[in-house]
């Protein structure tokens, strides 16, 4: 969509700040609407739960999220539905020539997710949207979501990634996503944080940030996790909803959606106080039961039963493959696994190829790592496990099929998000090699 490298060149903030003043883009209004969503795993799903809250609620809500699966349409939905891509054209055109004019002035390079971050909030802006979620792309200290100087943010989860950037600890990563938050705010953390939370709360004393933890100042109690749907307690400040109900699988989204609702209360709190909590509790339920998220634990298909998942870090992998065996057992699944070439093969594989006695190993063809070299490491950690290789995701799809068909098996498909999704495509009948990924 914009001529440009996915990263810019250096620290994008000031260049940033400048191209929504050229745009217009009235700040101040998106420090007051918008919430932002950090996290290593998990932050798709809570972003989806928050959005879904708010037009339960009734609000004109705005969800800018990253990457999109089939189209960038689904980056930029308002009320759940995707950008038109008469309007998406239309507003690239003004966010490049807004760019140009910039970069020439400062004589710096703009990066593609910086234009589109732009390109979210002019759109919200004309729409007229009253909440706000917006998705981080790395981090949150330099990310560009750090401009929205929102005061309700929220760190999902923690996990070893982009350390080059963020930092080779988990203290040091979890600080990166913090500062996502504006001074005087409050930032929930999700679980996986508890850990981390002496160090955090040092972290955000300095600029009084209000550090909320699940399971801890957030509870979460009477957990039922189910095939079709999950259920679960949710009491935080003066809000104690019971058996609310997540279509989502796998029991991580327990947390996010209770996320979602402890952000969503206290960004009404803060915009519209003294609302019923009846009515507060109808927009949670509502919103958590009808919100949708393609590729986590997405079943695409019955005969034989098929189910991807996008996940591509160790933590958020194993989680997925700990909420399929609890949902659907641990026997007859074949597992088609694919890692990019950029990720850590040996830690991925280490997650997924002890749990399965077939594997068949492949590669997207978008990144996609060499299966050759992954089906090496399966038989390291999995010596006793039947491992084929398919050069592609097409040979990858036929085998798997084909085998399941004749052993009676399920199909699980992890290990990167192209592989699922380029697997889904494949599956749909579609061409994997026209997705373009970002």
Request: charged share 25%.
């Amino acid at each position: 969509m914009f001529d440009l490298p996915k990263y810019g060149k250096g620290i994008c903030l000031a260049r940033m700040a400048e191209l929504l003043e050229v745009l217009g883009v009235d700040r101040a209004r998106l420090q007051d609407r918008s919430v932002a969503i950090t996290g290593s795993n998990g932050k798709g799903s809570t972003a989806a739960f928050c959005a879904s809250i708010g037009h339960s609620y009734g609000l004109c809500t705005g969800l800018f999220t990253s990457p999109h699966l089939f189209r960038v349409n689904e980056r930029y939905q308002i009320d759940g539905v995707p950008i038109a891509d008469n309007e998406l054209d239309e507003l690239a055109g003004r966010v490049t020539s807004a760019i140009a004019a910039v970069s020439k002035r400062r004589n710096e390079q703009f990066g593609a997710f910086e234009a589109m971050f732009a390109l979210a909030c002019l759109y919200f802006q004309e729409s007229d949207c009253e909440l706000l979620v917006f998705e981080a792309g790395i981090g949150g200290r330099y990310d560009p979501v750090r401009l929205l100087r929102s005061r309700l943010t929220v760190v999902t989860s923690v996990d070893y990634e982009h350390v080059e950037l963020l930092g080779n600890s988990l203290e040091l990563i979890v600080s990166d996503k913090s500062d996502a938050c504006a001074a005087d705010g409050t930032i929930i953390y999700g679980e996986n944080c508890r850990a981390l939370r002496p160090q955090i709360l040092e972290y955000n004393r300095n600029r009084n940030v209000e550090s909320l933890f699940v399971r801890d100042e957030i509870a979460i109690g009477g957990e039922s996790i189910a095939a079709q749907s999950q259920r679960f307690d949710f009491l935080f400040d003066d809000h104690h909803f019971r058996a609310l109900d997540v279509a989502l699988p796998g029991g991580f989204q327990l947390n996010n959606a209770a996320i979602a609702a402890a952000l969503f209360t206290r960004w009404l709190r803060r915009t519209r106080p003294g609302e019923p909590d009846s009515v507060i509790e109808m927009a949670v339920r509502k919103g958590l039961r009808e919100a949708r998220w393609p590729g986590r634990l997405e079943t695409i298909a019955q005969d034989p039963l098929t189910v991807i998942d996008v996940g591509h870090t160790p933590d958020g992998i194993r989680q997925s493959l700990a909420a399929l065996r609890r949902i659907y057992g641990e026997r007859d699944w074949i597992l088609v696994a694919g890692v990019s070439r950029d990720k850590k093969a040996e830690e991925i594989a280490a997650a997924l190829a002890i749990s399965f006695d077939t594997i068949i190993c492949t590669a997207a063809h978008h990144k996609g790592g060499d299966p050759a070299a992954l089906a090496a490491i399966m038989r390291k950690i999995n010596p006793h496990a039947r491992i084929e290789i398919a050069a592609t995701i097409e040979q990858a799809f036929k085998a798997s099929v084909a085998l399941a068909r004749s052993l009676n098996r399920r199909i699980y498909v992890a290990g990167g998000l192209f592989t699922a999704i380029e697997y889904a495509a494949v599956a749909r009948g579609l061409d994997a090699t026209k997705l373009s990924f970002f």
